[in-house]
């Protein structure tokens, strides 16, 4: 039976399925398919860092959207505030749950466990630390990656308040552009930190360790 570290050693292409050895890449080197010339993965010395940066800003900003105003409706005189949090007890209240549920599955609650495992993540790989957890950690994330939707979430808030437009004036509050600082800064990690990347990033670091 082949073991999991001889697994590690290799690399699939997404795109045409061939199999690669992983190779030691210099900082800003790129790997490619040999048949189909996609990018099976890079290194970047400073991705880790980077990325436990932009994970730690990308919680504050996902705490920011949960607590503040989305948006300020002025109506026939009276001013309304929303808030999320607002938005999914009322529709709770109403009797909406499996909206409320999902709002706020998809607004707070696979956010925090997505940012809060890529925190662990790049703390464990920069500390070398834990290479077991720090695998099935990846591993993880690689299954939960595709339910992160938050994009869109903000995209559905855009459509609602086009709509909304014309019927009540509408004023945009901190919620709203932290969400959308978040949007981006999560679009960020998945497009410069694609999966591949860490798994190359965490064979590098643990590559003198041992498995735990
Ligand atoms: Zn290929």
């Excluded at 690689?142 to 709509?163: E, N, Q, T």
Aim: aromatic fraction near 12%; hydrophobic fraction near 55%; proline fraction near 2%.
């Amino acid at each position: 039976m082949i073991k999991d570290s001889e697994l590690d050693a290799l690399i699939i292409c997404k795109k045409c399925h061939k199999l690669h050895k992983v190779e030691q890449l210099k900082h800003g080197e790129i790997a490619t398919c040999s048949l189909c010339n996609t990018v099976l993965y890079s290194c970047d010395q400073d991705i880790i860092k980077k990325g436990l940066a932009l994970s730690i800003a990308s919680l504050i900003f996902l705490f920011l959207t949960n607590l503040f105003p989305l948006v300020q409706v002025d109506f026939l005189g009276s001013e309304q505030y929303v808030t999320i949090t607002k938005t999914i007890i009322t529709l709770s209240h109403e009797g909406f749950w499996f909206v409320a549920l999902m709002v706020a599955s998809l607004i707070f609650v696979s956010p925090i466990i997505i940012i809060s495992l890529y925190i662990t993540l790049f703390m464990l790989i920069y500390l070398k630390r834990n290479k077991d957890a720090a695998r099935k950690m990846l591993i993880l994330l690689g299954y939960i990656l595709p339910w992160h939707m938050s994009d869109i979430f903000l995209i559905s808030i855009l459509v609602a308040l086009v709509k909304l437009i014309g019927f009540v004036q509408i004023n945009m509050g901190v919620a709203f552009f932290s969400l959308l600082v978040f949007v981006i800064i999560n679009l960020y990690i998945t497009r410069a930190m694609p999966m591949h990347t860490l798994w190359f990033q965490y064979q590098k670091n643990f590559k003198d360790e041992k498995d735990d």
